[in-house]
Antibody, heavy 119, light 108 residues
Framework: EVQLVQSGAEVKKPGESLKISCKGSGYSFTSYWIGWVRQMPGKGLEWMGIIYPGDSDTRYSPSFQGQVTISADKSISTAYLQWSSLKASDTAMYYC????????????WGKGTTVTVSS | EIVLTQSPGTLSLSPGERATLSCRASQSVSSSYLAWYQQKPGQAPRLLIYGASSRATGIPDRFSGSGSGTDFTLTISRLEPEDFAVYYCQQYGSSPFAFGPGTKVDIK
């Protein structure tokens, strides 16, 4: 079964750093893109960026460029989303999702990681 | 950067009725790289339609997509109780791969 398993909920303070993960299984992790999507409380879906674990080719939405870092470790089939200094406005649900090719939609989604940033 | 708008914001219908959701792009979506997703409360989104009109694996045939260029439509022929949810369109032909703001289909 194809699965993306995301790391657990996080509660952090403003200014702290954070790295959340998304582990793929049941398919060739290096052959599919992994995208990250933000959903703020009660709001819609926002495209953050995408990575190809095979060669770490990474593309960011202009809205998130410089705000987060997307990476992957293909040896353990895991993609990451990282912040160096969290803000309260980073409070949201973050989903990872698989993209079969550069011309395909997001076909398999993780269950999401809730990030809460509060002093 | 392509911006997507969806209408209506909320659609109030009864089970068995037909739902028609609209997604409009600020510029032409290349090769009809337009997808529709369904999201229920507390769940991750689920892919329904890709390539504007192709159903994803396991999606019932009451869901259909149409359109090209800048205007796209998702139709649910007869609403089942489990179809009441929020629906998002997304273009994936030109980065950034933006989503529309969503249409909520709720029970009348």
């Amino acid at each position: 079964e194809v699965q993306l398993v995301q790391s657990g909920a996080e509660v952090k303070k403003p200014g702290e750093s954070l790295k959340i993960s998304c582990k793929g299984s049941g398919y060739s992790f290096t052959s599919y893109w992994i995208g990250w999507v933000r959903q703020m409380p009660g709001k819609g879906l926002e495209w953050m960026g995408i990575i190809y674990p095979g060669d770490s080719d990474t593309r960011y939405s202009p809205s998130f460029q410089g705000q987060v870092t997307i990476s992957a470790d293909k040896s353990i089939s895991t993609a990451y989303l990282q912040w160096s200094s969290l803000k309260a406005s980073d409070t949201a649900m973050y989903y990872c999702a698989r993209r079969p090719s550069i011309a395909a939609p997001l076909d398999v989604w993780g269950k999401g990681t809730t990030v809460t940033v509060s002093s | 950067e392509i911006v997507l708008t969806q209408s209506p914001g909320t659609l109030s219908l009864s089970p068995g009725e037909r739902a028609t959701l609209s997604c409009r792009a600020s510029q032409s979506v290349s090769s009809s790289y337009l997808a529709w997703y369904q999201q229920k409360p507390g769940q991750a989104p689920r892919l329904l339609i890709y390539g504007a009109s192709s159903r994803a694996t396991g999606i019932p045939d009451r869901f259909s997509g149409s359109g090209s260029g800048t205007d796209f439509t998702l139709t649910i022929s007869r609403l089942e109780p489990e179809d009441f949810a929020v629906y998002y369109c997304q273009q994936y032909g030109s980065s950034p791969f933006a989503f529309g703001p969503g249409t909520k289909v709720d029970i009348k």
